[in-house]
């Protein structure tokens, strides 16, 4: 608090103490007081009054001081009127009082909010849960359906043991193989794009659950040894439909183990391996490859495909952000690399991008390694 500001707050009472004065003067002068005890009363009285004022500054001062002190190293800010200092200024117990109830009226809105998310982020992972179960089985249908064996309905019959009856007999068999091999050629390719159809439909429920589970990712994770070739070998079976039919080369050079939650980073991985293949090239390759650094793991996914612009790199972890690539693909949701970026962040892990127009992008994932860890010794005795 400024001496100035606190004058100018007090400028009605500066002037009704001076008009008070000037009265009070002008009242003993008329009725025959002497002029030096006048002048003495008006030396008293503006005394008595700039000390008043001093006082009242100071206290005032070190009471705002004390509350801004309070404000800005509380980490509940919300709670400052529970926590102002005691005073004895009736103005000071009254914005204490209003603070309170106001505090305790947006606190209750926050709980009702609060419990209103987690009743709809609960109600949604049930939700993807039960959804999962039919969409489990209409893979397994295409399973069983590839697989299975179409009954010829119009078996031949040979009328007669004659030669030329053979013959006949014999076409009528290679035309029905034929036509046969045909159907069941047509039959797997359906079953093959309704199963990955199916696969994209789960995947995207699966980024439905793990959204609904970004803000309490320390309830469903289990950190523990994990190796990267085994995890990158399980993300890429989940796509392996999407692989085969967007002729897509894989290449996994990666012999580190790390320590995270494998499930949701096969979920990342998938997700970034979804991202490549949209954006690819005609011939399309995704090499996946580790390094080792200071106290850290870099996993580095690359391809070759189309790239991202340089005015477009900074942004695109941004929430809902599709760039110039993503304005060319009608589905782009700008929420795969947003939802890895968070992801990541709640297990530790940087993630991180580099990209050349023409030339590819370079996905990389640092995992960080404990000095504890790598310095416990595969002797170590057991505590069982």
Known sequence: MK???????????????????????????????????????????LLILTVWLFLTFRGRRNYYKEAFHILENTDKPWLLGEMLPDSFFLEDKLHREMLCRSNRAALEKIRLSEDTQREYREYLESWVHEIKAPISTIALLCENGKTADIPNAQQTQVPAPNMHN????QELRSSEDISLDRITSVTNRVFRDIRLENRKIENYVDMVLYHARSEEVYKDYLIKETDLQEMIYEALEKERLLFI??????????????????????????????????Y?????????????????????????????????????????????????????????????????????????AQSECGKGTWMLLTFPVSSYITEVSPQAPSFE
């Open 3 to 45: 001496l100035t500001a606190f004058l100018a707050d007090k400028c009605l009472l500066l002037l009704l103490h001076l008009i008070c004065l000037a009265l009070l003067s002008a009242f003993l002068h008329i009725t025959g007081y002497p002029a030096a005890n006048i002048t003495l009363i008006c030396i008293f009285w």
């Open 166 to 169: 053979f013959l006949q007999t």
């Open 245 to 278: 039919k967007s002729h897509v080369r894989a290449e996994v050079s990666c012999h580190e183990t790390v320590y995270t939650d494998k499930k949701w980073c096969v979920f990342i991985l998938s997700q970034l391996i979804l991202n490549s293949i949209k």
């Open 280 to 352: 690819r090239a005609e011939m399309p390759l995704l090499r996946f490859y580790t390094s080792r650094g200071n106290n850290q793991i870099t996993l580095t996914i690359e391809d070759n495909g189309k790239g991202i612009p340089a005015e477009d790199l900074p942004r695109i972890f941004e929430k809902g952000f599709t760039g110039r690539n993503g304005r060319s693909q009608e589905k782009a949701t700008g929420m795969g690399l947003y939802l890895c970026k968070k992801l990541c962040g709640k297990l530790g892990i940087s993630l991180s």
